[in-house]
């Protein structure tokens, strides 16, 4: 199964992906649960037992306009360096913990929705990840438990401002201007998306594929991530983790490779879908 938070008719809400179309839970649920976060925290709870049958297609393709597939959530934190090749192509040493950085949500942009390019820079990077969609509430959670709290998965591009980014030696500016983070389409469930570490994941720039691997490559497994994030911090239904990108990025190459006004990327998960975005300049 998979999840889509969308706009129609006016109206923000979320529903089951078909494949002519969305089925809308917001409005065959009701107003108690109006998005897709409080909807993953009342099935953590148990107070949704069984989805409403049969699942129609209430807006077809075309129909309505997809959202960041949680468009609020409560934290958004990043794993940096977790791929050798990227490891490697940065020239930074290997750690014995993972790098981990936040997002604030309102750097988020949804499928088939345009990432800004910030006036004040022309160092815009993709990265093309897995995002990891917590599905219930977690503190101190051991390594051979952390998968039981996760809903599922999506794809996301951490679109970075490199020179921003390098500012100093925290990534904070570089990784938080509005609308630079793609985040979509879909959350496929867990038990719907399967093992992972055989699937591929690539990124495209335009025509060119820039980047390319398997999710098998992370030096910090979802796993391992999720035990280290949970021993300082709690986790809540609707967080989101993204889980670092490969090797590819645009300002290792030489020259750079940037993203510029005009610009289409996408991020492709075997078995987890594509997330496009155009690139424009920021108002």
Request: aromatic residues 10%; charged residues 15%; negative net charge.
């Amino acid at each position: 199964m998979a999840f889509v938070s969308f706009t129609a008719e006016g109206r923000a809400t979320y529903g089951i992906a078909r494949p002519d179309g969305v089925f809308d839970l917001g409005r065959h649920i009701g107003a108690a649960f109006p998005g897709l976060r409080s909807f993953l925290t009342a099935q953590s709870l148990g107070r949704i037992a069984a989805l409403p049958h049969p699942l129609t297609t209430d807006y077809a393709t075309g129909q309505f306009t997809y959202l960041p597939i949680i468009p609020n959530p409560s934290k958004i934190l990043c794993v940096g360096l977790n791929y050798q090749d990227h490891l490697t192509e940065t020239g930074r040493r290997p750690a014995n913990y993972p790098t981990i950085f936040t997002r604030f949500a309102d750097t988020l942009t949804a499928h088939q929705a345009p990432m800004l390019l910030p006036a004040v820079s022309s160092a815009f990077d993709y990265e093309g990840e897995l995002a990891v969609i917590i599905g219930k509430h977690g503190f101190h959670v051991p390594e051979e438990k952390a998968l039981d709290i996760v809903a599922g998965y999506s794809l996301f591009n951490d679109g970075s401002i490199r020179d921003w980014q390098r500012h100093t030696n925290q990534f904070t500016p570089g990784k938080n201007f509005p609308a630079t983070a793609g985040f979509g389409p879909t959350l496929v469930t867990k038990e719907e998306a399967g093992p992972l570490a055989q699937k591929s994941i690539q990124t495209h720039l335009n025509d060119q594929q820039v980047q390319s691997a398997h999710l098998g490559d992370m030096i910090f497994s979802i796993a391992k991530v999720i035990a280290y994030i949970t021993a300082f911090t709690a986790l809540s239904p609707g967080d989101v983790i993204a889980t670092g990108t490969p090797g590819g990025v645009g300002f290792t190459r030489e020259p750079p490779l940037f993203m510029r006004s005009g610009d289409t990327v996408t991020v492709t998960i075997e078995g987890i879908g594509t997330l496009t975005n155009t690139i424009q300049p920021a108002p």
